[in-house]
C-alpha cells in the first residue's frame, strides 16, 4: 500500500512539474481574463500623504479589444479608453474629442498610478510576448507556488527585460509578479491578494502595484465586481460605443 | 435677462432632481466645475499692475429621454470683476458675444464694476439608432486632431490661446452622422444661418486603415470652398498626426477673401518616465509674413476664423510636459513666429490639491525683438482654481 502511494506520490509531482510552464501562465491568465470579462473596480492611488481614489468600469474580449470608462472623480468622469489590437484612443467628453495615443503612451503611468496603460488595457500578454521557463517553487503568504521567469520575445512590444511570476500550484493563480528592465534591476512588484469568490471564480480581488525604488508607495486595484465569459459584440469596441457607454 | 435667469434656475432645480433620482436607472446627470481665475497684467508703460477677477461656473445638464434620444444643455455663468472691468469702457459687451443664429448670452447684470454673462454654448438633441448619431442644436463640430492647430476644424476654429475655454464654442448646426465601422463614419454638417456669408455645409468620412485614422473633408466654409484631410497614425512609437485645408473663394473679388493651403503636422511621444513632447507646425500660404506681433491686432478673438487661427504664414509649436508626481504636472509651450521677431511661451504648472479641486498657475508671455534684444510684450500671469462636480 505504501509503495502504490509513493509510486502514486511520484507519478503526480512527475505530471505536476511536467506541465509546461507557458501551458501554466496562460491557465492563471485565462483565470483571470476569462474569454471576455466586464469588471468594475476602484483604483486607490497611495502615498504616504495623500490618497487618490478612481472608479472604472472595464470590458475586455480576448487579448486585442478592451474598453476602460472612468465613472469617478466628478473632474475625469466619462473620459474612455479604447484599445483594438496595436491602437489606443482616448475619449474626452469634456472637450468632445477622441484623441488616438501614440505607441509610447502604452508605458505611461494610467491616470498618474503606478499602473501602466499596458497593464490596463493589456496590448503586451504575458501569454503570447514572452517565453517561459519554470525555476521552481516557492511559499508566497502560505500559497505553494510556482515560479516562472518570462523572457520577452525578440519582437514583442514590451520594455521589461525579464518577469518572475508565482502561480498557486493548487488553483493556478497569479500570487506574485515582479517586473526587472533590460538591465535586471526591480521596477515594479504586483501583489495578488484577497482571493475570494466573485463572479463564479475563486480569484484575486486585490492587486497591489508597488515601484521597486518607492517602498512606501503604491497603487491598488479593488474589484468590485466582475462577470467572466459574457457575450460582448465586437462592434461594442468602437468610437461610437466609448462615447455612448454609461 | 430673465430668459437667461429662469434657464439657470430650471438647470440647478433639475439637476438636484437627479440626486432624488439615484441608482434605479439614471435618467438624468448633471456636472460641471466653479473656477475662479485671477489675472496679472503687466501692461507696458503702466507702472501699476492690472488685476482682473472671473468667477465662472459650468453647469453640464444630460437629460437620456429616451433609449435613444438624449437632451443636452450647457451653459457657462461668468461673473467679471477687478480693475480691468472698470477701466475699460462698456466691459460688458465683450462676454456678451454672439456668433450664431439664435442669441444664447444674456448679461443678468452689466455694472461698470461687475458683470455676469450667462452663455448656453450646447442645447442639442441627439437621436441615436443601429449605426446613425441625428444632432440638432447648438454642439461643437470637433473635425480636428492636432494639440495646436487644427486646419480641419472648420465649424467652430479656436485659438490656443484662449486655455481657460477647454469646451469651444458651439455652433447651432444640424449634423447626421453614420458609423460605418469600428472606426469609420460618413458625417453630413451644416450650420443655421440666415446669412449666406457665414453659412458652413460640410461632409467628414473617416475611415481606418493600417493602424492610420484618416478623414477627408469637403464643403463650403463661409464664402470659401474646402478641401481638406487629415490623418492621426504613427511612426514607430511617436504619434504623427497631419492636417491641411483648401480654402478656395467662392468669389475672389468679395472683399477680405483670399485662397490659402492650411497645413499643420505634429508628431508626440511620451518617455517611460512621463515626460511628454508634442512638436507641430503650420503653413497658411494665403498670408503674407507679418513681422512681430503687429499681426494679432488684425485677429478677431471673438469670432476667430479656421483661416486665420495665427496672423502669421508660418509658425512652430512645441509643448513638453512633466508629472513632478502625480498630484503636479509642469508644462512648457513655446511658439514661434516668422523672422525670429517674435515668440510666445506659455509656462504651466498644474496641481491637484485635493480630488476634484485643481491649482493652476499659468504665463502667457510674448516676446518681440527690440533694439536691445527680446522683450515681453504685456505679460499675463493667471492663478485658476478648480472645483469640478
Redesign the interface.
Known amino acids: 500500500m505504501k509503495i502504490f502511494t509513493n509510486v502514486l506520490f511520484i507519478l503526480l509531482s512527475l505530471g505536476v512539474c511536467g506541465q509546461d510552464a507557458t501551458e501554466i501562465i496562460r491557465k492563471a491568465d485565462e483565470k483571470m481574463q476569462g474569454k471576455s470579462n466586464r469588471a468594475e473596480m476602484t483604483m486607490t492611488?497611495q502615498?504616504p500623504d495623500?490618497q487618490?481614489?478612481i472608479k472604472i468600469k472595464s470590458w475586455a474580449k480576448g487579448q486585442e479589444l478592451s474598453l476602460i470608462l472612468i465613472t469617478a472623480?466628478?473632474?475625469d468622469?466619462?473620459a474612455a479608453f479604447l484599445k483594438?489590437?496595436?491602437?489606443l484612443?482616448n475619449w474626452q467628453p469634456?472637450?468632445?474629442?477622441v484623441i488616438?495615443?501614440?505607441?509610447?503612451?502604452m508605458?505611461?503611468?494610467w491616470m498618474?498610478?503606478d499602473f501602466t496603460n499596458d497593464d490596463l488595457v493589456k496590448q503586451s500578454s504575458i501569454v503570447t510576448d514572452y517565453h517561459h521557463q519554470l525555476l521552481g517553487d516557492t511559499l508566497i503568504d502560505h500559497y505553494d507556488c510556482y515560479k516562472i521567469v518570462l523572457i520577452p520575445k525578440d519582437d514583442a512590444p514590451v520594455?521589461w527585460g525579464k518577469i518572475d511570476a508565482y502561480i498557486t500550484k493548487e488553483d493556478l493563480l497569479q500570487k506574485l509578479i515582479k517586473y526587472y528592465d533590460e538591465d535586471g534591476y526591480l521596477i515594479n512588484t504586483m501583489i495578488l491578494k484577497d482571493i475570494r469568490d466573485i463572479g463564479g471564480r475563486v480569484i484575486p480581488t486585490r492587486l497591489e502595484m508597488i515601484p521597486a525604488d518607492e517602498e512606501e508607495q503604491k497603487t491598488v486595484i479593488q474589484y468590485v465586481n466582475i462577470a467572466f465569459d459574457v457575450d460582448i459584440p465586437?462592434?461594442f469596441?468602437?468610437?461610437?460605443n466609448m462615447k455612448?457607454v454609461? | 435677462m430673465k430668459t437667461g435667469l429662469k434657464c439657470l434656475l430650471l438647470t440647478i432645480l433639475i439637476g438636484y432632481s437627479r440626486t432624488q433620482a439615484q441608482e434605479k436607472e439614471?435618467k438624468w446627470e448633471l456636472?460641471g466645475?466653479v473656477k475662479d481665475l485671477r489675472t496679472l497684467f503687466f501692461v507696458d508703460g503702466m507702472d501699476s499692475v492690472v488685476t482682473d477677477n472671473l468667477l465662472h461656473n459650468r453647469l453640464n445638464f444630460q437629460w437620456y429621454a429616451h433609449e435613444n434620444l438624449t437632451a443636452r444643455i450647457e451653459l457657462r455663468n461668468r461673473i467679471f470683476y477687478g480693475e480691468l472691468v472698470r477701466q475699460i469702457p462698456r466691459f460688458g459687451r465683450l462676454p456678451d458675444i454672439n456668433n450664431d443664429f439664435f442669441d444664447l448670452s444674456f448679461n443678468l447684470i452689466d455694472d461698470r464694476s461687475l458683470v455676469f454673462n450667462t452663455t448656453i454654448d450646447r442645447i442639442y438633441l441627439e437621436y441615436?439608432k443601429n449605426?446613425w448619431?441625428v444632432r440638432v442644436g447648438r454642439q461643437?463640430i470637433?473635425w480636428?486632431?492636432n494639440l495646436a492647430w487644427n486646419p480641419n476644424d472648420v465649424f467652430n476654429a479656436y485659438s490656443f490661446f484662449d486655455f481657460d475655454y477647454?469646451?469651444?464654442p458651439g455652433s447651432d448646426a444640424i449634423r447626421i452622422k453614420k458609423?460605418t465601422?469600428?472606426?469609420s463614419?460618413m458625417e453630413l454638417a451644416a450650420n443655421i444661418t440666415d446669412d449666406m456669408d457665414e453659412w458652413v455645409v460640410a461632409g467628414l468620412w473617416k475611415m481606418?486603415k493600417w493602424?492610420y485614422?484618416f478623414q477627408f473633408l469637403a464643403g463650403v466654409a463661409r464664402q470659401d470652398i474646402v478641401l481638406g484631410s487629415g490623418w492621426?497614425?504613427?511612426i514607430?512609437?511617436?504619434?504623427f498626426?497631419g492636417e491641411f485645408t483648401w480654402f478656395k473663394p467662392l468669389n475672389d473679388h468679395e472683399e477680405g477673401a483670399f485662397e490659402t493651403f492650411l497645413v499643420s503636422l505634429s508628431a508626440?511621444?511620451?518617455?517611460?518616465n512621463?515626460l511628454y513632447l508634442n512638436g507641430s507646425f503650420l503653413i497658411n500660404t494665403g498670408l503674407e509674413s507679418a513681422a512681430g506681433l503687429e499681426g494679432f491686432n488684425t485677429l478677431n478673438f471673438d469670432r476667430l476664423d479656421t483661416k486665420r487661427v495665427l496672423p502669421f504664414p508660418y509658425a512652430t509649436f512645441l509643448q513638453t510636459s512633466y508629472?513632478v508626481?502625480?498630484?503636479l504636472t509642469a508644462a512648457f509651450s513655446w511658439m514661434t513666429f516668422p523672422g525670429e521677431a517674435s515668440f510666445f511661451v506659455n509656462p504651466t504648472l498644474t496641481a491637484?490639491v485635493f480630488?476634484?479641486f485643481?491649482l493652476d498657475l499659468i504665463g502667457q508671455i510674448f516676446y518681440e525683438k527690440k533694439e536691445k534684444g527680446y522683450e515681453a510684450n504685456s505679460p499675463a500671469f493667471f492663478i485658476r482654481i478648480k472645483w469640478?462636480?
Open positions: 492611488i502615498r495623500w487618490r481614489e472623480p466628478a473632474r468622469k466619462g483594438r489590437d496595436k491602437e484612443w469634456r472637450i468632445d474629442r488616438k495615443l501614440p505607441p509610447s503612451m508605458m505611461q503611468s498618474g498610478s520594455v465586437d462592434q469596441f468602437s468610437l461610437q455612448k454609461r | 439614471i456636472s466645475y441615436n449605426n448619431e461643437r470637433n480636428g486632431i477647454e469646451e469651444r458609423y465601422g469600428i472606426a463614419s481606418n493602424n485614422d492621426a497614425g504613427s514607430k512609437d511617436a504619434g498626426k508626440d511621444y511620451s518617455f517611460v512621463g508629472p508626481n502625480p498630484l491637484s480630488s476634484n485643481d469640478s462636480f
